[in-house]
């Protein structure tokens, strides 16, 4: 089970992080995503996160702002997003795969288990 928060009503330029805790096996077996949609679009892959941490992957809107971390102690995986953006408004998913290796995914269809999202709104 996936939990998200941090999500809230911030103005452009500032910064949020986001939190997922995971229940149930233990964190270190998946690999992590981050995802957010908005009302009519599809759910968009923003950033992703091999099981160890050791290696990371962004969509090309978020590269250089936003930075994908893991406690695995915690069971818990983070999106630090910095100089937000009216863009950036949606919904944050987290998503997490039963992995092995330290392979990444950007599908939606490559995960198995989602987080109930969390609202993200950025004012300009």
């Known amino acids: 089970q996936l939990q998200a928060c941090g999500g809230g009503l911030v103005q452009a330029g500032e910064s949020l992080r986001l939190s997922c805790a995971a229940s149930?096996?233990?964190?270190?077996?998946?690999?992590m995503g981050w995802f957010r949609q908005v009302p009519g679009k599809e759910r968009e892959f923003v950033a992703a996160?091999?099981?160890?941490?050791?290696?990371?992957y962004y969509a090309d809107s978020v590269k250089g702002r936003f930075t994908i971390s893991r406690d695995n102690a915690k069971n818990t995986v983070y999106l630090q997003m910095n100089t937000l953006r009216p863009e950036d408004t949606g919904v944050y998913y987290c998503?997490?795969?039963?992995?092995?290796?330290?392979?990444?995914?950007?599908?939606?269809?490559?995960?198995?288990?989602w987080g109930q999202g969390t609202q993200v709104t950025v004012s300009s």
């Open positions: 996160i091999s099981w160890s941490g050791g290696t990371t």
């Open positions: 998503a997490a795969r039963a992995e092995g290796s330290s392979r990444m995914y950007i599908q939606t269809y490559n995960y198995n288990y």
């Open positions: 149930g096996r233990p964190s270190s077996d998946y690999a």
